[in-house]
Structures are given as C-alpha cells and as structure tokens.
Nanobody, 118 residues
Framework: VQLQASGGGLVEPGGSLRLSCPAS????????AGWYRQAPGKQREVVAEITSGGNINYAESVKGRFTASRNHGLNTIYLQMEALRPDDTAVYYC?????????????WGQGTLVTVSS
C-alpha cells in the first residue's frame, strides 16, 4: 500500500493550499484518516482527524481555516488550507487506518512541506 501526500509548497501569508493524499495498492477499506504536521524543532501534532463515524475534529489553531475531507471512491483524503499563517509552516503528513493488504493497521504517508512566508 502506498500513501503519498502532495500539494505543499511556498505560499505567502493569507494564501491557500490544497493537500491531497491518495492511497493505492491493497486498500480494502479506510476506517479513519487524519492529517498531522511537524514544524522544525517541534513534535508532530494532529491537524484534523476524520473519525470512523465521519466526524472531523480539528486542532484549535486551524479551526475555521482548514477543511479536511475524503473521497471514498478514490481512497483519497484532502486538506484545504485557507488564510495560511507563518506558524502553519511544517511538514504535513497523512495517516489512514483500515484494512490494508489484508491486515487491519494504520499507515503513514510521506510528508509534504508547506512553507508560509513573504
């Protein structure tokens, strides 16, 4: 199973980016998913979690600015980021939980770097 986040880049404060994370190869089902980020010198933190019931929970720092979603048919999760701030600068990672290649487990994707700077 492969999971690869993309869509990061350099953006000015106030700008927008959309991250995508498609899962491919041996994905039977995805139960839950999430976006996380790790800023330089800091621990990885949750950005948004999509629960098994379909609820989406956001970190306080991104509420009202970020929107997580998923496309069940494409096994892809997305993170729409608006009103970006310099403190959003980080490597963003996606995570999925589900039946992957016959085993119920979670999988981390390779991260994508988001840099917010003028």
């Amino acid at each position: 199973v492969q999971l690869q986040a993309s869509g990061g880049g350099l953006v000015e404060p106030g700008g927008s980016l959309r991250l995508s994370c498609p899962a491919s190869g041996g994905v039977e089902s995805i139960t839950a998913a999430g976006w996380y980020r790790q800023a330089p010198g800091k621990q990885r933190e949750v950005v948004a979690e999509i629960t098994s019931g379909g609820n989406i929970n956001y970190a306080e720092s991104v509420k009202g600015r970020f929107t997580a979603s998923r496309n069940h048919g494409l096994n892809t999760i997305y993170l729409q980021m608006e009103a970006l701030r310099p403190d959003d600068t980080a490597v963003y990672y996606c995570n999925i939980v589900g039946f992957l290649s016959g085993e119920y487990r979670d999988l981390w994707g390779q991260g994508t770097l988001v840099t917010v700077s003028s």
